[in-house]
């Protein structure tokens, strides 16, 4: 199957810094890419959809200006989370999906997750 | 109400037994149900996937979906310790809908 890469896999912080999250896809062309965040004992719950060369669409609840996804190729997806507060801290999750002959039309290949911790 | 409630367990059985997990929804628009599994400190990989109502079975794993009971569920048959992992199941109104509704997961272990 398609492998998808996150890095870092865990990250720690202070309050009020700026972090990074890649997410690429190693072996295929991602023409979406997929940030989701995971609270424990809670579902996946999808934070923005990113298409590559255009705007992120956010869903309802998530703030734009927070967590600024950036989709520069077909390989590569970034989030920045802006000003970071313990409140951010999560398991966030990428995935992408573009690869022909998934197992459904528009199958998802999850990346392993970043831990972010804000102290 | 939660769109799609899923117990989050844990599950712990003994090597060889049957896993049962179950998923209900509230959304009568939903017509193709997924099963992912997720090691721990990994991304969730597909398992498999039902259309509409009825059975799927693939080696040991069987899916179920009873779409008048708003209702699925998955079997692990024989199952073994490397099965020990968090089960979501996910579903969607389209096979190109990108929006996946998940459960929140139920972790299993299974006892060797």
């Known amino acids: 199957g398609a492998v998808v890469s996150q890095h870092p896999s865990r990250v720690i912080c202070k309050s009020g810094t700026s972090v990074k999250i890649e997410c690429r896809s190693l072996?295929?062309?991602?023409?979406?890419m997929f940030w989701y965040r995971q609270f424990p004992k809670q579902s996946l719950m999808l934070m923005a959809t990113?298409?590559?060369?255009?705007?992120?669409?956010?869903e309802q609840g998530v703030e734009k200006d927070k967590f600024l996804i950036n989709h520069a190729s077909l390989t590569l997806s970034t989030l920045t989370v802006t000003s970071a507060h313990p409140e951010d801290s999560s398991f966030y999750i990428c995935s992408a999906s573009g690869l022909a002959g998934g197992k459904v039309g528009a199958e998802q290949f999850f990346g392993p997750g970043t831990r972010l911790t804000v102290l | 109400q939660k769109e799609v409630e899923q117990d989050p367990g844990p599950l712990s059985v003994p090597e060889g037994a049957i896993v049962s997990l179950n998923c209900t929804y509230s959304?009568?628009?939903?017509?193709?149900f997924m099963w992912y599994r997720q090691y721990s400190r990994k991304g969730p990989e597909l398992l498999m996937y039902?259309?509409?109502?009825g059975n799927k079975e693939d080696g040991r794993f069987t899916a179920q979906v009873d779409k008048s009971s708003k209702y699925i569920s998955l079997f692990i048959r024989d199952s073994q310790p490397s099965d020990s992992a968090t089960y979501l199941c996910a579903m969607s109104e389209n096979p190109n809908d990108y929006k996946l509704s998940f459960g929140a997961g139920t972790t299993v272990t299974v006892r060797a």
């Open positions: 039902t259309y509409s109502s």
């Open positions: 072996d295929f062309q991602a023409t979406t």
């Open positions: 990113s298409n590559e060369g255009s705007k992120a669409t956010y």
């Open positions: 959304n009568s628009a939903f017509q193709y």
